[in-house]
C-alpha cells in the first residue's frame, strides 16, 4: 500500500464530489436539514434533547453508508475501477483513497450537523461539544466502511438500496434510539450488543446527558472503530475489479 497512490486515489475522488453539486447538498446539508426539522417538530418539549444527539449520529450513518455504496459501485460498473486496478494500484489503495476522501467529507459534515443541533436548534449538551463531533464523525465513517463492503456484494444500485434493511434498519431499531437497550428483551438485547450502531448512540447519550463520561465515551468510540476496520479490511479483500 502506498501513500502516495492513496492520496491520489483520494484527491480524485474529492475532485469528482466537488463537481456534483447534489451529492455535496446530500453530505452537507441534508443531514443538518433534518436535524432542524426534528427540532422544528418537537419545539417547546424535551423531546429533542432526548433524541436529537441520537439523529446526529444515524444520519450521516445513513447518508454516508448510500453515497460511498453507490459511488463506489458506480465506479465498477463503468469500468473506472478496473482501468485503475490495471494501473500499479492495489486494492487497498484504492480502498484507502475511498475511505480517506469519504472520511474527510464525514468530518465535514458532522461540522456542519453538529453546529446547526447546538447553536441553531438550541440542542442542550451536557458534555463537551467537540466530543460530540467526534462521536458524529466516527459514526460517518462506520457508514462509510459497511458502504464500501456492501458495494462489493451488490450488482446494481437497487441492490444497494435492497442492504438497508439488512444493514441500516436493524441497527436503528435496535440500537437504543427509540427504546433503551436495556429495556429491550434479553434476546434482542443481546443481539444489539453486536450491532456498532448501538456503541455510537450509547456515546452520543453519554455525551448529551453527563459531563465527565469523556473515558466512556470514548471505549464506545473504541468499539465502533473495531468495527469500522474490520468492515474496511473485508472491503477491501471482497473488492472485485467489475460487476458480471
Same mark, same amino acid.
Given at each position: 500500500?502506498?501513500?502516495?497512490?492513496?492520496?491520489?486515489?483520494?484527491?480524485?475522488?474529492?475532485?469528482?464530489?466537488?463537481?456534483?453539486?447534489?451529492?455535496? !447538498?446530500? =453530505? $452537507? /446539508? #441534508?443531514? @443538518?436539514?433534518?436535524? &432542524? %426539522?426534528?427540532?422544528?417538530?418537537?419545539?417547546?418539549?424535551?423531546?429533542?434533547?432526548?433524541?436529537?444527539?441520537?439523529?446526529?449520529?444515524?444520519?450521516?450513518?445513513?447518508?454516508?453508508?448510500?453515497?460511498?455504496?453507490?459511488?463506489?459501485?458506480?465506479?465498477?460498473?463503468?469500468?473506472?475501477?478496473?482501468?485503475?486496478?490495471?494501473?500499479?494500484?492495489?486494492?487497498?489503495?484504492?480502498?484507502?483513497?475511498?475511505?480517506?476522501?469519504?472520511?474527510?467529507?464525514?468530518?465535514?459534515?458532522?461540522?456542519?450537523?453538529?453546529?446547526?443541533?447546538?447553536?441553531?436548534?438550541?440542542?442542550?449538551?451536557?458534555?463537551? !461539544?467537540? =466530543? $460530540? /463531533? #467526534?462521536? @458524529?464523525?466516527?459514526? &460517518? %465513517?462506520?457508514?462509510?466502511?459497511?458502504?464500501?463492503?456492501?458495494?462489493?456484494?451488490?450488482?446494481?444500485?437497487?441492490?444497494?438500496?435492497?442492504?438497508?434493511?439488512?444493514?441500516?434498519?436493524?441497527?436503528?431499531?435496535?440500537?437504543?434510539?427509540?427504546?433503551?437497550?436495556?429495556?429491550?428483551?434479553?434476546?434482542?438485547?443481546?443481539?444489539?450488543?453486536?450491532?456498532?450502531?448501538?456503541?455510537?448512540?450509547?456515546?452520543?447519550?453519554?455525551?448529551?446527558?453527563?459531563?465527565?463520561?469523556?473515558?466512556?465515551?470514548?471505549?464506545?468510540?473504541?468499539?465502533?472503530?473495531?468495527?469500522?476496520?474490520?468492515?474496511? !479490511?473485508?472491503?477491501?479483500?471482497?473488492?472485485?475489479?467489475?460487476?458480471?
Amino acid at each position: 500500500m502506498s501513500p502516495r497512490l492513496t492520496l491520489a486515489t483520494a484527491g480524485r475522488i474529492l475532485t469528482q464530489v466537488r463537481h456534483d453539486p447534489r451529492t455535496i !447538498v446530500l =453530505l $452537507l /446539508v #441534508v443531514p @443538518a436539514l433534518l436535524v &432542524g %426539522l426534528i427540532a422544528w417538530i418537537f419545539d417547546d418539549t424535551p423531546v429533542f434533547d432526548e433524541v436529537g444527539p441520537a439523529m446526529l449520529g444515524l444520519f450521516p450513518f445513513i447518508v454516508m453508508f448510500l453515497v460511498t455504496s453507490i459511488t463506489t459501485l458506480r465506479e465498477r460498473r463503468s469500468g473506472t475501477l478496473e482501468r485503475l486496478l490495471a494501473l500499479p494500484l492495489g486494492k487497498g489503495d484504492l480502498i484507502g483513497g475511498y475511505a480517506l476522501a469519504f472520511g474527510l467529507l464525514a468530518t465535514l459534515q458532522a461540522l456542519v450537523a453538529v453546529a446547526w443541533a447546538v447553536w441553531v436548534c438550541g440542542l442542550s449538551v451536557e458534555g463537551e !461539544v467537540w =466530543l $460530540l /463531533v #467526534v462521536v @458524529a464523525v466516527v459514526n &460517518g %465513517l462506520l457508514g462509510t466502511m459497511l458502504g464500501l463492503l456492501a458495494s462489493a456484494f451488490a450488482a446494481n444500485e437497487f441492490q444497494v438500496v435492497q442492504f438497508m434493511p439488512l444493514v441500516v434498519a436493524p441497527q436503528v431499531l435496535l440500537g437504543g434510539i427509540f427504546l433503551a437497550r436495556d429495556e429491550m428483551p434479553d434476546v434482542l438485547h443481546a443481539i444489539s450488543d453486536w450491532l456498532p450502531l448501538s456503541y455510537s448512540v450509547d456515546a452520543l447519550s453519554l455525551v448529551s446527558s453527563e459531563s465527565d463520561a469523556t473515558g466512556d465515551v470514548l471505549l464506545d468510540l473504541l468499539v465502533v472503530g473495531v468495527f469500522a476496520l474490520g468492515a474496511l !479490511v473485508l472491503a477491501a479483500l471482497t473488492l472485485r475489479r467489475r460487476t458480471r
